[in-house]
């Protein structure tokens, strides 16, 4: 397998097929170690503290910074957080790395760096180092952010996306899509009738409660860049099992719905960022849905699918009238820059 | 204090006197928490493992990308090393987060993994987590990377900019100015009749041979952006010590010198990035002096000044003909995307 193209294309940085053919022919085997290979959002390591440490990092570039429902400093601080939640890991430290250019509003850096703070708190997290860089009008965009995370894994368990199972029930937690068309209706200045509002939070409050109630949780995802569907063919590929979603199942909010239409997109492939999908055994599916639904970021949760020993590798849909269609993993993001 | 633009300038990540406002004035107030207070490059965290973590994180603007010495790739590992060491680190992990400008060359990405992994296995320490995001063409400037890093603190010692006492020795392991002047001369096209050669490097394992040798090291630290004379003027300042230095022992390479002559540049300002200051009781000076200049690392180290408890929180020069002035703290840096 080769990079098709000699030159970076935003397909690239879309988490899709793109992006992990240029991480597999050019990351993993150049620094080719026990800790990366399994390519997991967080590095879990294991020999240095009496619990395991969960280590990630993640760099924002959204555009706009400010969206409805919220911005590049709750997306820095909850993407990274999350990161880390989806290893089973309780968040405790993020570092904060700012990139500017120079002309950037100051009172958008306090704004920026008062919604971070917000954020950590409610994920309880702590800000405990940084960096500044400025550089010249014209080399960058506004201001990137890049947070890196360090979490602890308290849990027994070993979750991770090659853990599922044939029979596994697939939950999430709440309606898909919220958050790439809250960034792009801002973006494009479109209005529905109703304002889509981005789910972006940190999600460790739920997951630790989930830890707590003793169910053996398989796999955690955030479906993040190219969505449910990215996240969910990484799943089926690194387990070597067959997903099948129920269309009717998933759940989509109507004016989420209408935009994609408007715009061509399907909801399984528009970022979330408040959102995860849960694998565990069936036999417990319906306590950890009676769980999420009692949390506010957990109410509209719903079984989506199962794991299933045909269609190995694959991810299929069966849809309202009876059908089944593969859902493709996608090459990249349908929408740029949107965490 | 308030910080006197509402734009962001280039001096804002300068590493000099404008980033310090900034930070002080946005950041630490907003983050408030012990691990963050003491402004280090890296924060010491004491509540995880058995021994202190020391965690940092770094981004890297510099251009051009590959200059006479080194790489951004060679700088962004060596940087954060460098980070981890000043605290008395050894450290273990760094994660990699590059934002790409479309349309870069996937070779010269290949060409800076390779040079990330040179550099990472000189300095023993593992990548083990990523993140690409891609933006457009003309919202970035080719790439941008940000590395974080975790160490483990091994030593009984609190090292640390504020420890700085009356009498210490002040020594530096080699010739300042050559990462800044062959970045310069590079990005400018200046030729000089020898080429300066960037000093970038990771200074880990040079930093385990001195606390090996069981030196009351009290300070160490890395003069990077705003030179020597930024981080001795911050040790003066967090020590509440003066700090007196003697031009005539100051290792500048001729070559240097000349450079910055005709740049206008005082080579005490210009960035390093395979150096370090370290500052020890002067009966301890000359076993660290021997032991430096025993190492590739250390050849030309010098005792360059010593602590003193006359001009309490600034650095002064005596200089060869006798006279004494203040080393100002830099406002900015001289020379913007040095790093």
Request: net charge negative; glycine share 10%; with cysteine.
């Amino acid at each position: 397998m080769a990079i098709e193209s000699d030159r970076i294309l935003i397909a690239h940085g879309g988490g899709g097929s793109a992006m992990h053919e240029l991480v597999r022919e050019i990351f993993v085997p150049t620094f080719n170690n026990q800790f990366l290979e399994p390519l997991q959002d967080s590095a879990v390591i294991d020999e240095l503290a009496e619990d395991r440490l969960a280590f990630t990092t993640d760099a924002y570039v959204v555009r706009p910074l400010f969206f409805p429902g919220g911005d590049i400093g709750r997306l820095a601080v909850s993407g990274t957080v999350n990161d880390l939640a989806m290893a089973g890991a309780r968040p405790l430290y993020v570092s904060l790395s700012v990139i500017i250019e120079e002309g950037f509003p100051v009172e958008q850096l306090r704004t920026i760096a008062a919604s971070i703070k917000d954020t950590a708190d409610q994920a309880r997290v702590k800000v405990v180092t940084g960096d500044t860089k400025v550089v010249e009008k014209g080399a960058a965009d506004g201001i990137f952010i890049t947070t890196s995370g360090i979490g602890i894994i308290e849990t027994e368990l070993e979750i991770a996306s090659d853990r599922a199972d044939d029979g596994d029930a697939v939950i999430v937690n709440g309606y898909l899509g919220d958050h790439g068309i809250a960034v792009m209706s801002k973006r494009e200045g479109i209005n529905f009738k109703s304002e889509v509002q981005s789910d972006v939070a940190p999600l460790s409050g739920l997951v630790q409660e989930i830890l707590d109630a003793d169910i053996d949780i398989h796999v955690l995802r955030d479906p993040t860049r190219g969505g449910a569907a990215a996240a969910l063919n990484e799943i089926a590929e690194s387990s070597e099992v067959g997903i099948r979603l129920h269309a009717a199942k998933i759940p989509v909010r109507p004016e989420v719905r209408s935009a994609c239409d408007i715009l061509g997109l399907d909801p399984l492939y528009v970022a979330n960022e408040g959102k995860l999908i849960a694998l565990c055994p069936l036999g417990q599916a319906r306590k950890l849905l009676t769980l999420l639904r009692k949390h506010p970021l957990g109410k509209s949760a719903a079984i989506i699918g199962e794991v299933t020993s045909e269609w190995l590798g694959n991810v299929i849909m069966e849809t309202e009238i009876g059908g089944t269609r593969i859902v493709e993993m996608p090459y990249g993001e349908q929408l740029p820059r949107i965490c």
